[in-house]
């Protein structure tokens, strides 16, 4: 918890400086970017629960209105004498809901898929997974963002469905 801690506040400090700097940039209109995202919570093959699990991306904005990005993680933990190695990919798309000035609402939908050695049994874990959030941009080629999953359905090894307010994360975006 105390190291999710460590990587949640920088990246919160500098959410918040942005959002009190006064802008009106529009999103990336046909640009390739890079991102990358910290979370609240995440897992291992849909087993072993984490704190802080991360990403990084490419994405391309299609138009101001969409986005689609395609991610990567790596994870490596050990929890209560419990080991586990994780690899994951993801694609999404990000859809802005207009918004103006700061904020730039967004529903997301994506399917990822993880792949995880727990204790020396493997497991899959393919998913599919919708939530919301905003995005502040600074200017046209730099985004800050937050969200929320709303549903998360895990279909592999061990199947799952959450539904609610969860796994709450944080991001930036750089587009070129």
């Not at 704190?51 to 994870?75: D, R």
């Not at 694609?91 to 730039?104: A, D, E, R, T, W």
């Not at 080629?141 to 895990?154: E, K, R």
């Amino acid at each position: 918890m105390n190291k999710c801690l460590h990587l949640l506040c920088p990246a919160l400090a500098a959410f918040f400086i942005l959002l009190y700097t006064p802008s009106f940039a529009q999103t990336p209109n046909q640009q390739f970017g890079i991102g990358g995202t910290v979370g609240a919570s995440s897992n291992i093959g849909g087993v072993i629960p984490i704190t802080g699990g991360s990403s990084i991306y490419g994405a391309y904005a299609i138009s101001p209105s969409v986005h689609i990005s395609a991610a990567f993680n790596l994870t490596v933990v050990n929890v209560e004498d419990v080991s586990a190695t994780g690899v994951g990919f993801g694609i999404g798309g990000k859809f802005f809901l207009g918004g103006s000035g700061l904020f730039h609402p967004y529903a997301r939908a994506g399917f990822s898929f993880s792949s995880a050695s727990v204790e020396g049994a493997s497991r899959s874990d393919p998913a599919i997974n919708a939530g919301v959030g905003a995005e502040y941009f600074a200017n046209r080629n730099f985004g800050a963002f937050l969200g929320i999953s709303i549903i998360t359905a895990h279909f592999g090894d061990v199947s799952s469905t959450i539904f609610g307010i969860g796994n709450p994360y944080i991001g930036m975006e750089w587009f070129f």
